[in-house]
């Protein structure tokens, strides 16, 4: 932590929009570190530049199940080091350190990503009422006015023995306060909840049950039932779609499945299938 996040005063402006109240710390410590659960401590903090990059440089330290929670972000980051910035306390901006060792093969830690993409999805949907799709691989979409808008992002790191997942959601911005007019929030997408307490601990119960489902599979896809929902919400399958891969190679085409590895595949106008493991996606339009 900076010696900001640390000291009093860093918090000197905690109560300064009424609308927008602090997240309280020791009941949620209390709602989520449980004897026998997952969570093992939950920080919050002021403002950081980076709860994953906070997390990631303690994992060695730290023991499966830390949470930390920043009311702001100066530095986040999306994929490919994009910059994730918005007001204090409008959104949820957290870290999980997440080892699953022995248990899940390395080759399936991958699908992480997916998983946490699932679990806060279903989290909100129960907390909200909101209907949250996903977008291959790490976005977080809902519905302003009939459109779809990006409202969050997760983004997973290997560290020492595990993987620190990042997740940051965009809960009470206003149109005014949108970094780019593509991007959305719980609050325009009328969502039943805004309270950013109940919202976390949602998104955290449900990735506990999602994340222990998984591992006590082996990390097994298919068999934790975590392929076929994540298939079910993404709004990505069946949509016609350009993948920008790493290199500048752009690929064009149906998106037809999720596969066991967590890669999109894609129906080339060739009537080719090509397995994308990494790059950007943009959704074109939907196929009938």
Same mark, same amino acid.
């Given at each position: 932590?900076? $010696? *900001? ?10 109560? *300064? ?5 602090? #997240? ?16 093992? +401590? ?19 330290? !730290? $023991?499966? %199940? ?18 994730? =910035? ?11 350190? #997440? ?12 699908? #992480?990503?997916?998983?946490?993409? =699932? @679990? ?8 909200? /009422? ?10 977080? #979409?809902?519905?302003?006015? /009939? ?5 969050? &992002?997760?983004? @997973? ?6 993987? =620190? ?6 809960? +009470?911005?206003?149109?005014?306060? !949108? ?18 307490? $109940? ?18 599979? %082996? %990390?097994?896809?298919?068999? *934790? ?5 994540? @298939? ?5 399958? %069946? ?7 790493? &290199? &500048? ?14 890669? !999109? ?24």
């Amino acid at each position: 932590m900076t $010696p *900001s996040d640390a000291s009093a005063g860093a918090s000197a402006g905690r109560w *300064s929009n009424l609308d927008r109240p602090p #997240l309280n710390a020791a009941a949620l410590q209390r709602a989520v570190v449980t004897e026998g659960g997952l969570w093992t +401590s939950l920080e919050v903090v002021a403002a950081t530049g980076s709860t994953n990059s906070d997390l990631a440089a303690r994992a060695a330290q !730290l $023991p499966e %199940g830390a949470v930390l929670v920043a009311e702001e972000q100066t530095a986040g980051r999306g994929r490919l080091d994009r910059s994730w =910035v918005a007001p204090a306390r409008s959104g949820l901006f957290f870290s999980v350190l #997440l080892k699953p060792g022995d248990a899940v093969p390395q080759e399936r830690w991958g699908w #992480l990503t997916l998983l946490a993409g =699932v @679990a806060t999805a279903t989290g909100l949907s129960r907390a909200a /009422g909101v209907d949250t799709a996903l977008k291959w691989p790490n976005d977080l #979409l809902v519905t302003v006015d /009939g459109e779809e808008r990006k409202t969050g &992002g997760i983004l @997973a790191e290997r560290v020492a023995d595990g993987v =620190v997942i990042g997740i940051g959601l965009n809960v +009470s911005l206003t149109e005014d306060e !949108l970094p780019v007019p593509a991007a959305g929030s719980l609050a325009l997408a009328k969502a039943s909840v805004t309270d950013r307490d $109940p919202l976390l601990r949602a998104v955290l119960r449900s990735l506990e049950q999602w994340y222990g489902n998984w591992r006590a599979a %082996g %990390g097994d896809p298919a068999a *934790s039932g975590l392929q076929e929902t994540y @298939a079910a919400g993404c709004a990505t399958l %069946g949509r016609h779609v350009r993948a920008e891969l790493p &290199g &500048g190679r752009t690929l064009t085409g149906t998106a037809e499945a999720v596969d066991t590895e967590g890669r !999109l595949v894609i129906r080339t106008a060739e009537d080719r299938h090509e397995a994308v493991g990494a790059g950007d996606v943009v959704h074109l339009r939907s196929v009938h």
